[in-house]
């Protein structure tokens, strides 16, 4: 009983990381597409060091510690958007792949025809999006002939969630007319919250990083990141076990600021 209590009672401690910084939060060009997208000001992260070793069968208690902790809670506090809810009593966490470290998962949507030759997005018609295309009809609708086109597995990759993400954008979002706006800012995001290592043996790269996606519950429901179930409000805890370091990667649906 009383390894059982250890391991029950078992919580990390967190400390902020103001000098962490990410180019996609500071980049004029990122910054740019984020206003265009209507996530200004609602897409963020912020990073952690904590105190203990993490492993992934432990992720709820790490997220539940997280959550619970009285400098994140401070830190979540002071957010520019959305309303925080200390009072956490439960999370769900789900755990993301992470295994891709090139973009070659994207390779087929440039051969498929949801592309033209210039790299621009064909338009097609929509009953409710009076203006809509294949790139979002291939991310939102299962019954799309190009769903399928990016496999199931790797539709689940936390890359091309991230990719979808920044496709789908906020409230006001200004779709763009070709696809590498969409491609090289989630290159950008992804390289900059993901962590790698170089086998010496193999040289091969590999990620190290463990992708939690996130929600936290208090006595009346969900609070965090955001009280009402939106595909476009997301949370992810992206967790480097070597460094001990975790990220908090997250955006909150509406419209974005106009100006940075």
């Known amino acids: 009983m009383a390894q059982e209590k250890s391991a029950f009672e078992q919580t990390f401690s967190f400390n902020p990381l103001p000098s962490k910084t990410f ?6 060009g990122a910054l740019a597409v984020f206003m ?10 912020q990073s952690y060091s904590f105190d203990q070793s993490f492993y992934p069968y432990n992720s709820e208690r790490f997220a539940l510690s997280f959550f619970r902790d009285p400098d994140v809670a401070a ?13 956490v009593v439960s999370v769900d966490v789900e755990v993301v792949p992470c295994t891709k470290v090139s973009m070659e998962l994207f390779d087929p949507i440039y051969s ?30 299962e019954d799309s002939e190009h769903y399928y086109v990016v496999g199931r597995e790797e ?10 993400h920044l496709c789908l954008g906020g409230e006001l979002c200004q779709y ?6 969409y ?11 993901i962590s790698v290592q170089k086998d010496r043996d193999t040289e091969k790269i590999s990620v190290v990083s463990t992708v939690l996606k996130i929600s936290a519950y208090d006595e009346s429901g969900r609070c965090y990141p955001g009280r009402r179930e939106e595909e476009q409000t997301f949370a992810y805890l ?11 990667f997250y955006h909150f649906y509406g419209v974005g600021n106009f100006t940075s």
């Open 238 to 248: 992206i967790i480097d076990p070597f460094k001990r370091h975790v990220t908090l």
């Open 36 to 45: 265009k997208w209507s996530m200004l000001g609602r897409i963020s992260a």
């Open 176 to 181: 763009e007319d070709t696809i590498d706006p």
């Open 23 to 28: 180019s996609f939060l500071q980049d004029k």
């Open 112 to 141: 498929c025809g949801i592309l033209r030759a210039s790299g621009h997005i064909v338009k097609c018609f929509h009953d409710v999006y009076p203006d809509y295309d294949e790139l979002r009809q291939m991310l939102q609708e």
């Open 75 to 87: 830190n979540l506090k002071k957010m520019e958007a959305g309303v925080w809810v200390p009072l």
């Open 183 to 193: 491609i090289n800012t989630t290159k950008r995001v992804y390289k900059d919250l």
């Open 155 to 164: 539709r689940g990759e936390f890359l091309f969630r991230l990719f979808k």
